[in-house]
T-cell receptor, first 114, second 110 residues
């Protein structure tokens, strides 16, 4: 499978715990995006990487959230001290700067904070 | 980026054309119109995009009015698998972070 993959697909955690999600983009895609989607809403942009550089962070990305893309390939999104309001689907997408209009999304990681 | 307005829901009979409208009256000259869809429990999927000319690909056609204030996504022969939420997004170039609205929930029925 050469699409975007995300791991885990589902995560249940207790409030206050830290969680980390991984995204593997399509190989050679230099752009990587993280979005968050709550029930009944469209996805909301969180952050964007071009290669290993994090070029934009949304105001939604509080200081409890951190994202990395250390070698310009896979990315991780960590949430510290999770809160119930963090429960959502976390989506990763990748794109090629030569194809600016198309982003390929992964299946998402569904986080439930109890 | 321009705001888009879509009907919250639409129905379509299987085999018929599904025409999904989108208003983007404040769109500027360098903003493209993109369409994505999201089938239940999956990530969004790119469908098509355009600037001012009509576009067609293997999935759909995009008709943009001459004044570019609205557009219509056409699925020529809808199938049950086209049941999804369809998002119309208007934005300029650059790295294209997508700003999703609520979209149109299309239900295709037998």
């Amino acid at each position: 499978d050469t699409g975007v993959s995300q791991d885990p697909r589902h995560k249940i955690t207790k409030r206050g715990q830290n969680v980390t999600f991984r995204c593997d983009p399509i190989s050679e895609h230099n752009r990587l995006y993280w979005y968050r989607q709550t029930l009944g809403q469209g996805p909301e942009f969180l952050t964007y990487f071009q290669n290993e550089a994090q070029l934009e962070k949304s105001r939604l990305l509080s200081d409890r959230f951190s994202a990395e893309r250390p070698k310009g390939s896979f990315s991780t999104l960590e949430i510290q001290r999770t809160e119930q309001g963090d429960s959502a689907m976390y989506l990763c997408a990748s794109g090629d700067s030569a194809l600016t209009y198309e982003q390929y999304f992964g299946p998402g990681t569904r986080l439930t904070v109890t | 980026d321009a705001k888009t307005t879509q009907p919250p829901s639409m129905d379509c009979a299987e085999g018929r054309a599904a025409n999904l409208p989108c208003n983007h009256s404040t769109i500027s000259g360098n903003e493209y119109v993109y369409w994505y869809r999201q089938i239940h429990s999956q990530g969004p999927q790119y469908i098509i995009h355009g600037l001012k000319n009509n576009e067609t690909n293997e999935m759909a056609s995009l008709i943009i009015t001459e004044d570019r204030k609205s557009s219509t996504l056409i699925l020529p022969h809808a199938t049950l698998r086209d049941t999804a939420v369809y998002y119309c997004i208007a934005l300029s170039g650059g790295y294209n972070k997508l700003i999703f609205g609520a979209g149109t929930r299309l239900a295709v029925h037998p």
